[in-house]
């Protein structure tokens, strides 16, 4: 599945960090999965139904999309109402797509998506960003003593990164299992698993970084500060960290996706080089729930 994204990376918003998003606990049920092959019993296409993102996460080969992503759409909409009072369910599906894919947005308005980029308060679109390492990173260290960053101490310490998680995004959508999968994962780099531990021992921030040898590019997915550790810029610390750990593996392209500029986030990763290179559209899609 990763290999079916990186081989036709320019049409996906997600492939450096697939290790990621492939862990989730989406996959503990396979019929959350579907697997579109070719006469040759290649895998051209798939698709998942991500509970934990409220997404539908799906790569197509190019040559096949024009036959296939209609069906895809179909099956993601047949599986959002079969996963209805369950613990897969979700009252709004969501379909990021770049802005430039018409062809993508043609189908999904006509299977009943529709675009979050101006709907008053609660509009909502992205971007994908990237910076080059030929740009050297910014170094930022604690403003404060007693704060140590380091890379997470493997599985005894998953617990406790994913109470963080947890406070973090105001979610229990992050779970030990989750985590431990993505420790477990092929593509998996501890080094690129950074944490800031604050002077009594907690976590407090953390920036996870990905990083495809092939390609020599790397991904930050996700990154994040305790709400009541934040004047200290702790995110912007363990970012910092991650580029100048990314470069030394020779990156040459990093790649971030956010909201967009009314974000704070979206801020910081300007700060740090980062240049929009597609504008994301957020197309959702409402079900029924008791």
């Known amino acids: 599945m990763a290999a079916l994204a990186r081989q036709c990376s320019e049409n996906n918003l997600h492939v450096i960090d697939l290790p990621y998003r492939l862990s989730s606990w989406a996959f503990d049920n396979p019929e ?24 539908i996460d799906y790569v197509c080969h190019p040559e096949k999309e024009y036959h296939l992503h209609r069906e895809i759409l ?45 709907v008053g308060d609660d509009s909502w679109s992205k971007v994908l960003m990237h910076r080059s390492s030929q740009t050297p990173a910014k170094v930022y260290k604690p403003r404060s003593a007693g704060f140590t960053v380091r890379s997470l101490a493997g599985e005894k310490e998953v617990q406790n990164y994913v109470d963080l998680h947890q406070s973090v995004f105001e979610s229990k959508n992050m779970t030990v299992d989750w985590r431990m999968r993505t420790l477990q994962h092929p593509d998996y780099m501890p080094e690129l698993d950074i944490v800031v531990e604050s002077a009594n021992g907690n976590l ?21 500060s305790h709400k009541n550790f934040r004047q200290y ?13 990314l470069q030394s593996l020779g990156a040459k392209n990093v790649f971030v996706e956010t ?30 729930t008791d």
């Open 259 to 288: 909201d967009n500029y009314r974000n704070i986030a979206f801020r910081l990763y300007e700060s740090f080089d980062f240049q929009v290179i597609q504008d994301v559209l957020v197309y959702r899609k409402d079900y029924e």
């Open 233 to 245: 810029a702790l995110g912007r610390v363990a970012l910092s960290e991650g580029l100048h750990r």
């Open 32 to 55: 959350n999965i579907r697997l579109w092959v070719d006469e040759n019993q290649q895998l051209v296409a798939w698709a998942a139904l991500q509970t934990p993102f409220w997404t």
């Open 204 to 224: 407090v921030a953390f920036c996870i970084c990905w990083f495809d040898k092939n390609s020599m590019t790397g991904h930050v997915e996700p990154l994040g």
């Open 74 to 118: 179909l099956w993601a909409d047949q599986r959002a109402k079969a996963v209805q009072k369950t613990p897969y369910e979700r009252p709004a599906w969501f379909v990021m797509v770049f802005s430039g894919q018409i062809n993508r947005i043609h189908d999904l308005e006509n299977t009943g998506f529709k675009c979050q980029s101006d």
